[in-house]
């Protein structure tokens, strides 16, 4: 696909409604697709945070497969996590919201593509998604059953972030099990920037979220 028919794409995205249904149904409500903002870390490069160092202030948090009720303690943790590590906000009738990292692209193809764009692989159009908790919800079972949370039940692979960004968070399933890791403040973090130069200078990511990266380290050096 071209730059100019990657914008094209990019300008018309909205929200998938079935990604929205199975958000629905996992518990939690769809709020907005959230502005690639020269402030807030990347979707891309907030998945990263698995590879930073424990000096950089990574904190990890794992469950084994055999655990009892796999599922339950993994959303029990993780709703700890989440509410201590500072990665939801609250509104004012006591909601609880964050940021998940989600494609927001849909599967067919915008009427306003060039012709023979069909034919290309078309990149992943990764978003921060604003969510709210609903009173039931359960992302290691059904979030992740349906594919918005995951690979499958007990399987997860999503990245989440505070509405500030300053706090990030990806979930992950490993050999001895599965969990999630989180850092503070991503735009100090050495790893996460590089990537984020690996990630503005490859033909491989979507234009616009190679253009975010750019933005988004050069806010941070401002800092």
Same mark, same amino acid.
């Given at each position: 696909?071209?730059?100019i028919s990657?914008? $094209? %794409?990019t300008?018309?995205?909205?929200f998938?409604?079935?990604s929205?249904d $199975?958000?629905s %149904?996992?518990?939690?409500k769809?709020?907005?697709v959230?502005?690639?903002?020269?402030?807030?870390?990347?979707?891309?490069?907030?998945r990263?945070?698995t590879?930073?160092q424990l000096?950089d202030g990574r904190w990890d948090?794992?469950? $084994?497969?055999?655990?009892p009720?796999?599922g339950a303690r993994f959303?029990?943790e993780?709703?700890?996590?989440?509410?201590?590590?500072?990665?939801?906000s609250t509104?004012?009738d006591? %909601?609880? +919201?964050f940021?998940?990292g989600?494609?927001?692209s849909?599967?067919?193809?915008n009427a306003e593509?060039?012709?023979?764009?069909?034919?290309?692989?078309?990149?992943p159009s990764?978003r921060?998604? %604003?969510?709210?908790l609903?009173?039931a919800w359960?992302?290691?079972?059904?979030?992740?059953a349906t594919g918005?949370?995951?690979?499958?039940?007990?399987?997860?692979?999503?990245c989440?972030?505070?509405s500030s960004?300053?706090?990030?968070m990806?979930?992950?399933y490993w050999?001895?099990?599965i969990?999630?890791?989180g850092a503070?403040?991503?735009?100090?973090?050495t790893?996460? !920037?590089?990537?984020a130069?690996r990630?503005?200078?490859?033909d491989?990511? +979507?234009l616009?979220q !190679?253009?975010w990266? +750019?933005r988004?380290?050069?806010?941070?050096?401002?800092?």
């Open positions: 696909m071209t730059a990657q914008e $094209k %794409r300008m018309t995205i909205g998938p409604r079935e929205e $199975k958000l %149904r996992a518990g939690f769809f709020l907005e959230v502005e690639t903002r020269d402030d807030l870390v990347p979707c891309l490069v907030a990263y945070v590879y930073v000096e948090v794992v469950i $084994k497969h055999d655990e009720d796999l959303n029990a993780w709703e700890r996590a989440a509410q201590e590590r500072g990665l939801f509104t004012s006591g %909601r609880r +919201e940021l998940l989600l494609d927001v849909a599967d067919a193809p593509d060039e012709p023979g764009d069909e034919d290309e692989e078309v990149p990764y921060w998604v %604003r969510v709210q609903c009173d359960d992302v290691a079972g059904v979030g992740c918005v949370f995951g690979a499958g039940e007990n399987n997860p692979t999503f989440a972030a505070s960004g300053d706090v990030v990806t979930a992950s050999q001895v099990g969990g999630f890791t503070s403040r991503p735009d100090r973090i790893a996460l !920037r590089e990537h130069h990630i503005a200078s490859s491989h990511v +979507e616009v !190679r253009q990266a +750019e988004w380290l050069s806010w941070s050096q401002g800092r």
